[in-house]
């Protein structure tokens, strides 16, 4: 199970996102706790004057709203009642088992998974510390969870993670099936409150993943001065189709810059994921010697990791930028380091794959370019003949060994000690 909260100050923001998955028939409300009414009776203003009428308990705090999702291995089927069980042992573990909160199952993704919105302020106007609660209230809830349930851990080599963003469809917008701008607005949102980006060439990388892009213009045109952003869809070969939709006429106007105030934020945010995601790339490029693009790209992907290229309109390769699915970061290579840049990547491609044959797999990608360096020097060594020897018997090898090399040796002989020489005496 991979546990994900999202800590800001809209609650109203929350509830109409997961309830516009409802109205579009991907979503299902399968639990009020903390409601008075039952899940049939409750409306959309009844569930936000429930959280906002404890915000208003206490308005100096004006981070108060949660948005968390529990996600399930692809092959792990739940009921609702299961979901709502998990859903109420979780919230009782991180504190929040007193607090009025929905339960919302999504269904527009393969795996199953579940959304939770809340707030918290508590009924006495008290907030309940948000510090870390991602970091260790939630995952020790997860992995208690994990155990208590019989849920595939998430730490488990058979955990494989697909992104939970379901990529655009071109053709059903094309004819008419999938409205452009709500598709659009379900990717943007997710993306935007979901990864960790630095920069619009990093957001972009994400968005590209599910078939959309943000655009500045050309950099002398007006809509770039003001920074102005253009929403597009793109087709399977990455190239834009439709009408661009204005940032600015999006519900949660994912404007530049707001996208901006999360970039430095954002770029604190990832570091802890850093190391994870090294590892994980390692173990690909530990596996070969030389590999495909098209085996790259697929050997990371079973990693919960998308790898981008940045090409030049000659098809030069200028830079990489790799999209963790798993932790949700989006890293440019070099920022990983030196092992991980476009030119490092470039030098391992070749038309056909030759799998690492060494005994001891190097740790990091540096290791593996020393190693590299090394099969390098032994295999000029190796050119030289080594001195063959004709002995084929242990009597002869012994024989061999035994027989000095020179005819005065005597192994007995012992050389006589040589007088040290003092200081002449005085008479």
Known sequence: MVAKIIIGKNIRGILHY???KVSEGNATLIMASGFAADIGKLNF????QRFEHLTSLKPSVETNALHISLNFHASEKLDDTKMQQIAAAYMERIGFGEQPFLVYRHSDVSHQHFHIA???IKR????INLHNIAKIESEQARKAIEETFGLIRAESKKYRVDPSIKAIDPEKVKYGHLPSKRAISNVVTEVKNNYRFTSLAEFNAVLRQFNVTADRGHEDSEMFRKKGLLYSLLDHQGNKIGVPIKASSFYDKPILSRLEKKFEKNAENRKVHRGDLKKRIDQ????????TKQTLLSE??????ALVFRE?????????TFVDHLRKTVFNGSSLGKSYSAKAIKELLNDSDRIRTYLKSPSTATGYLKLTQQKKYRSNTEKTPAPSHSISSTKELLIALLTPEHPDFNPHFKQKKRKRKGKPRHL
Do not use: A, S
Request: charged residues 25%; aromatic residues 8%.
């Open 18 to 20: 997961n309830e516009q």
């Open 45 to 48: 203003h009844n569930k936000l």
């Open 118 to 120: 809340t707030v918290n």
């Open 124 to 127: 006495d106007g008290t907030p």
């Open 284 to 291: 690909v490029l530990n596996k070969y010697e030389r590999l």
């Open 300 to 305: 990371l992907q079973k990693k919960g990791i």
């Open 312 to 320: 030049n309109g000659e098809g030069f390769i200028y830079g990489i």
